[in-house]
C-alpha cells in the first residue's frame, strides 16, 4: 500500500511541474491567438472549434513519462507483478511501454487526473476492505 501512495504523491509532483512549464506557453498571447482558446476566450486563428492545449499536455505527459521510465503501475504494483506477467506470457518490453503510456496519460491531465486516480483507488479500496452487509 505505501508503494501505491508513494507512486500517486510521485505522479502529483510530475504532473505539477508539467503543468506549470505548459501555462508558460499556454499563457502567451501568441498561442492564445493562434492555437489556444484565442484571445478573452474568441476563436484562434488556426483552430476554430477545437482546444489544442489537451493534446500538448498529453503528449508532453507521455513524453516524460518514456523520457524518465515513469511505470506507475509497475511501481505501485511492486517489481514482482512485472515477473508474473513475464512468466504468463507477456513480453516485459510490451508491458512497460503500456506501463509508460498509461503514466503518461494521467501525468498530462495534471493533479485532476492523479487526484481521480486516488480517488477512484481509494473508494474501491474502502469497498474490498469492508464487510458484506448480511441480509436479515
Avoid: C
Avoid at 18 to 39: C, H, M, N, P, S
Avoid at 83 to 90: A, E, I, K
Avoid at 107 to 125: D, E, L, W, Y
Amino acid at each position: 500500500m505505501l508503494d501505491v501512495t508513494i507512486t500517486l504523491v510521485q505522479m502529483a509532483f510530475v504532473a505539477t511541474i508539467l503543468t506549470v512549464a505548459l501555462e508558460q506557453i499556454f499563457d502567451t498571447r501568441l498561442y492564445q491567438r493562434f492555437l489556444g482558446k484565442g484571445i478573452d476566450g474568441n476563436e484562434s486563428v488556426f483552430f476554430k472549434a477545437f482546444e489544442l492545449r489537451p493534446w500538448i499536455s498529453t503528449a508532453a505527459g507521455i513524453f516524460v513519462a518514456i523520457t524518465f521510465e515513469l511505470q506507475a503501475i509497475t511501481i505501485g504494483l511492486g517489481q514482482g507483478y512485472l515477473g508474473s506477467v513475464n512468466h504468463t506470457g507477456g513480453v516485459v518490453d510490451d508491458v512497460k511501454i503500456v506501463d509508460m503510456v498509461l503514466t503518461g496519460l494521467v501525468i498530462g491531465g495534471g493533479t485532476k487526473s492523479v487526484k481521480k486516480v486516488a480517488n477512484m483507488f481509494a473508494q474501491a479500496r474502502h469497498a474490498i476492505e469492508q464487510p458484506e452487509k448480511k441480509m436479515s
